[in-house]
């Protein structure tokens, strides 16, 4: 099993939809949380850091459920400049290399 | 302001060759990464650098060999390439310790073939 889990998708979407994508992760150690944003042939950027009291930023909201060992990222008005895949990282503390990628959920917005 | 660069943004290599990914970040940043990233897989960590002059394995090391000469530049190097290495490279930093709870800063990536 993979230490961090996405499904790769695609979420096809037509503008204005809500869409919302998990992420599971399999160690309970995991300390930190984030989701980071990447567009074809680019390289990823931080689109939020997720709180344990849930954050949200604009049109995106992020949530952690440890019980559950997952995090979930909603994003709401969809927009086409939102086509992208979406990276769950997780931060776990028990390891020598500690920062884990999952493989990415990529969403499709159509007009 | 640069952020991360990384050079060369392509490559097309024989088997057994070998060469250099240079990366260089202007943020006076303490920590740097390599990282490699394959279709379906998340991207995976080769090493990294805590800071100037010390480098430890991350956890795909295997074939690779880097540098970190001072604090803004941190080079990869492939002594003898083989296809699977095939792949896209991303160099990243962070401003603090090593894994901290910081957003990483990307390099926009060396796109590697091995033929």
């Known amino acids: 099993r993979k230490e961090v889990e996405q499904d790769p998708g695609p979420f096809n979407v037509p503008e204005g939809a809500t869409v919302a994508f998990n992420c599971t992760y399999s160690n309970s150690a995991s300390q930190s949380f984030f989701w980071y944003r990447q567009d074809c042939r680019k390289e990823p950027k931080l689109l939020m850091s997720v709180y344990s009291s849930g954050n949200e930023d604009g049109r995106f909201t992020a949530q952690l459920n440890r019980a559950s060992q997952y995090i979930s990222l909603l994003i709401r008005d969809s927009k086409l400049s939102d086509s992208a895949t979406y990276l769950c990282v997780v931060n776990k503390r028990d390891s020598s290399y500690k920062l884990i990628f999952g493989s990415g959920t990529r969403l499709l917005v159509r007009p | 302001n640069a952020g991360v660069t990384q050079t060369p943004k392509f490559q097309v290599l024989k088997t057994g060759q070998s060469m250099t990914l240079q990366c260089a970040q202007d943020?006076?940043?303490?920590?740097m990464y390599w990282y490699r990233q394959d279709p379906g897989m998340g991207l995976r960590l080769i090493y990294y650098?805590?800071?100037?002059?010390?480098?430890d394995k991350g956890e795909v090391p295997n074939g690779y060999n880097v540098s970190r000469l001072n604090k803004r530049e941190f080079s990869l190097r492939l002594e003898s390439a083989a296809p699977s290495q095939t792949s896209v490279y991303f160099c990243?930093?962070?401003?603090?310790?090593?894994?901290?709870?910081?957003?990483?800063?990307f390099g926009d990536g060396t796109r590697l073939s091995i033929l």
């Open positions: 943020m006076n940043h303490n920590s």
């Open positions: 990243a930093s962070t401003q603090g310790a090593v894994f901290a709870n910081q957003p990483q800063h």
């Open positions: 650098s805590a800071s100037e002059g010390t480098t």
